[in-house]
Structure formats: C-alpha cells, structure tokens
T-cell receptor
C-alpha cells in the first residue's frame, strides 16, 4: 500500500541554522511529491512539488527539496531558518491512478529557537 | 490569486445531527476533494469527485457521508448523522487535472458534542 513516512515528529533548530526534514515514501509507480506547510489553525499551503525532470526543486520561502529515487526520499531543506518558519510540515505523494488523491505523512512540527 | 473558500470556519453540532460543509473550489478546476484531520493526527483523504461523480473514496467515507456539486460552483460534504469521532478539521481541495497540485481551503473545524 502507498505510504509516506516522516520519521521526525518534532524538530527544533536555532534561527539562522540549516534545516532538513526527512520524507520517505512507498509507491510502486513514479510519484508526484509535495511538501505542504500548516501554521496553527490554518490551511495547507503548498511549498513545492516534484512531478518530473530536475530532481532538485525550488519552492517558496527559500525551501528546496531533492527527489532521490534510489532512496525513495524527498527531503525538504532550507539553508537558514527564520522564526516565521515555525509550523507543521507535511510530505505527500500524489496517486494519479486513484483520483489524484494525496497520501500524507504524519507531519513534522518545526520549532525555531532564537 | 484564486483560492478555495470554505464555510463555515467553525461548526459545532450535536451528535446525531446532520451537517453540511461547503466549499467553493477554484473556478477552472476539475477535480475536487475532501480531506480531514483529526486533532494531532495526519491529514486523511476522504473522497475525490470528478465529472459529477465520485472517482475515489476511502474506507472512512461510509454511508453517513455524501458529496454533491449542486450548482457548478459549490462542492458540499454532508454528514448525515454525526458522531463524536467526526470531530475534526475538514479540508476541501481542488486541482486542474492530473499532474497538477492541489489547492486547499482554510478548513472547517467541526466539533460534535
């Protein structure tokens, strides 16, 4: 069955430090991959997406992610974290043969300390 | 920038009552979805809707749930007889088509008491 694993439930980084949030997926076909961010009480905002082509994708707010097929991973990175990046981050895989539905990971809560 | 709009933002209802959650997807989108997120848990797929019919649904989406696109702009989720465990944030989403990203609404927080 398709699944997405985000092994880190919580991560705390200092403001200005680099960030990497891990995501692994299980899916038989070529995946469509997404990272969404959710601030408390808010909806889901798309940070970036991978459909095909260059495996390093750039997103909004200075985030990037790298698709590694051999590792079934799509890790999210940011070189320098800002206090406003504190939120919950969700990795998702899009299943085109199942009505384009998204399967989400459990999320990683990012805390930023000053 | 076009956006998905959901109403109401909060709904409190008594157990056993019917609720209808409303969504206005982005106007040129073709696929519509409902997801839910129980507090502290992951976002779960409920149902997808395309060409005026359900294209996929999860095991959560039982006979108590239904969706409708009554007028070409609104997309509704009805829960016929709410249970305590239906308390969650419900997100509507839409996409233009295959291989495109989903845009999410701000969600409706449903509390069943």
């Amino acid at each position: 069955a398709q699944s997405v694993t985000q092994p880190d439930i919580h991560i705390t980084v200092s403001e200005g430090a680099s960030l990497e949030l891990r995501c692994n997926y299980s899916y038989g076909a070529t995946p469509y991959l997404f990272w969404y961010v959710q601030s408390p009480g808010q909806g889901l905002q798309l940070l970036l997406k991978y459909f095909s082509g260059d495996t390093l994708v750039q997103g909004i707010k200075g985030f990037e992610a790298e698709f590694k097929r051999s590792q079934s991973s799509f890790n999210l990175r940011k070189p320098s974290v800002h206090w406003s990046d504190a939120a919950e981050y969700f990795c998702a895989v899009g299943l085109m043969e199942y009505g384009n539905k998204l399967v989400f990971g459990a999320g990683t809560i990012l805390r930023v300390k000053s | 920038e076009p956006e998905v709009t959901q109403t109401p933002s909060h709904q409190v209802t008594q157990m056993g009552q019917e609720v209808i959650l409303r969504c206005v997807p982005i106007s040129n989108h073709l696929y519509f979805y409902w997801y839910r997120q129980i507090l502290g848990q992951k976002v779960e797929f409920l149902v997808s809707f395309y060409n005026n019919e359900i294209s996929e649904k999860s095991e959560i989406f039982d006979d108590q749930f239904s969706v409708e696109r009554p007028d070409g702009s609104n997309f509704t989720l009805k829960i016929r007889s709410t249970k305590l465990e239906d308390s969650a944030m419900y997100f509507c989403a839409s996409t233009q088509g295959e291989g495109t990203e989903a845009f999410f609404g701000q969600g409706t927080r449903l509390t069943v008491v």
